[in-house]
């Protein structure tokens, strides 16, 4: 039997005697099995002992890079932050790449430096292009791991998605408004910030397969690419009302919903529902003041662990079967919000 570690350690690990540990190294005879297991044991046990020592001191950079409106981008970033200190094997540090809008260049551009400076990671929030998905495949190709966050890409080309599942959030906002909204016929609003955006998708196909088989007599209306940008998402709504008399509820799926509420207010349009996303600073304010009615949100927190972690298994310093499972859907009201 062979060890890097020195008898004495042994022994101490082991529970037994010097003279005992030295038999068994030099596997002399008159040793119980059982003793050989012991000391076996022990071995194991400080060669875990040594690769945690050693990749505890291990620092690992990643890149966190979104296309997303700024108040959910510092969101995202606070809950990383937050999760920073307590990661263990190994020290996280992360470096943020967010605009409001990037064009798919501009994104490629992003993703092309970090595939030349070399990254630990990257974490992913970008629409579902073909482009952007040729690209995380080639910062796996690269050794370097990518982890979608809330919106997905095609599973050759990252290691994990971390967020809810969007089908489910999309139903179970279908499955609340509908039973708020009764029995009476309408159209509901639904906003999404880009169809390129898989999560959001997914959020509509849910919230539509709900509708259906439920609630029959509501319809849906689709506003899309306002990308989550407050005037661009005004004007969409605007032209929807317009044309649309019958809307009577909304589910934004992709944000900007100062702008939404804004647009029915001009029009004098009354919503009597409106189910949004996200516990972001804009949508906490307008829980409060009843301006929207419930926001179907998960914790970011549970997300940038999950992301961290996936993270360390790549490495590998966690096992490598090691999986993350999609954070819970939760339901924020005005109550929750005003204490």
């Given at each position: 039997?062979?060890s890097?570690f020195?008898?004495?350690?042994?022994?101490?690990?082991?529970?037994?005697?010097?003279?005992?540990?030295?038999?068994?190294?030099?596997?002399?005879?008159?040793?119980?099995?059982?003793?050989?297991?012991?000391?076996?044991?022990?071995?194991a046990?400080?060669?875990?002992?040594?690769?945690?020592?050693?990749?505890?001191?291990?620092?690992?950079?990643?890149?966190?890079?979104?296309?997303t409106?700024?108040?959910?981008?510092?969101?995202?970033?606070?809950?990383?932050e937050?999760?920073?200190?307590g990661?263990?094997?190994?020290?996280?540090s992360?470096?943020?790449?967010?605009?409001?809008?990037?064009?798919?260049?501009?994104?490629?551009?992003?993703?092309?430096?970090?595939?030349?400076?070399?990254s630990?990671?990257v974490?992913?929030?970008?629409?579902?292009t073909?482009?952007?998905?040729?690209?995380?495949?080639?910062?796996?190709?690269?050794?370097?791991?990518?982890?979608t966050l809330?919106?997905?890409?095609?599973?050759?080309?990252?290691i994990?998605?971390?967020?809810?599942?969007?089908?489910?959030?999309?139903?179970?906002?279908?499955?609340?408004?509908?039973?708020?909204?009764?029995?009476?016929?309408?159209?509901?609003?639904?906003?999404?910030?880009?169809?390129?955006?898989?999560?959001?998708?997914?959020?509509?196909?849910g919230f539509?397969?709900?509708?259906?088989?439920?609630?029959?007599?509501?319809?849906v209306v689709?506003?899309?690419?306002?990308?989550?940008?407050?005037?661009t998402?005004?004007?969409?709504?605007?032209?929807?009302?317009?044309?649309e008399?019958?809307?009577?509820?909304?589910?934004?799926?992709?944000?900007?919903?100062?702008?939404?509420?804004?647009?029915?207010?001009?029009?004098?349009?009354?919503?009597?529902v409106?189910?949004?996303?996200?516990?972001?600073q804009?949508?906490?304010?307008?829980?409060?003041?009843g301006?929207?009615?419930?926001?179907?949100?998960?914790?970011?927190?549970?997300?940038?662990r999950?992301?961290?972690?996936?993270m360390?298994?790549?490495?590998?310093?966690?096992?490598?079967?090691?999986?993350?499972?999609?954070?819970?859907?939760?339901?924020?009201?005005?109550?929750?919000?005003?204490?």
């Open positions: 039997m062979k890097r020195p008898l004495k350690d042994i022994a101490l690990q082991a529970g037994l005697s010097l003279a005992t540990v030295d038999r068994v190294m030099h596997e002399r005879e008159g040793v119980r099995a059982v003793t050989r297991a012991r000391v076996a044991a022990a071995i046990e400080l060669e875990r002992q040594y690769v945690q020592s050693g990749l505890a001191g291990r620092r690992l950079v990643i890149d966190v890079v979104m296309d409106p700024q108040r959910f981008s510092a969101a995202v970033r606070e809950a990383f937050a999760e920073l200190p990661m263990r094997p190994a020290s996280f992360a470096r943020f790449h967010v605009a409001e809008t990037m064009s798919e260049p501009e994104l490629l551009a992003i993703l092309r430096t970090i595939r030349r400076r070399g630990h990671g974490v992913l929030k970008a629409p579902s073909p482009a952007i998905a040729d690209l995380a495949a080639q910062l796996m190709a690269a050794k370097i791991p990518v982890v809330v919106t997905d890409l095609p599973e050759d080309s990252r994990g998605y971390v967020g809810m599942d969007n089908h489910v959030a999309g139903a179970t906002a279908a499955y609340l408004l509908g039973r708020m909204v009764k029995d009476k016929p309408g159209k509901v609003l639904v906003t999404l910030s880009s169809s390129l955006f898989a999560g959001e998708d997914e959020r509509e196909r539509r397969d709900v509708l259906a088989g439920h609630f029959p007599h509501l319809s689709r506003i899309s690419e306002g990308f989550g940008v407050d005037r998402t005004e004007l969409l709504v605007r032209d929807a009302l317009e044309r008399p019958d809307i009577l509820a909304v589910y934004s799926a992709g944000g900007a919903n100062r702008a939404i509420v804004k647009a029915f207010a001009d029009a004098r349009r009354a919503c009597a409106f189910a949004a996303h996200d516990l972001d804009d949508n906490v304010r307008l829980l409060a003041t301006e929207i009615t419930f926001v179907i949100h998960h914790d970011l927190r549970h997300d940038a999950s992301a961290y972690q996936l360390l298994a790549y490495h590998p310093m966690l096992p490598a079967d090691f999986q993350v499972a999609p954070s819970r859907v939760a339901i924020a009201t005005p109550f929750e919000v005003m204490h």
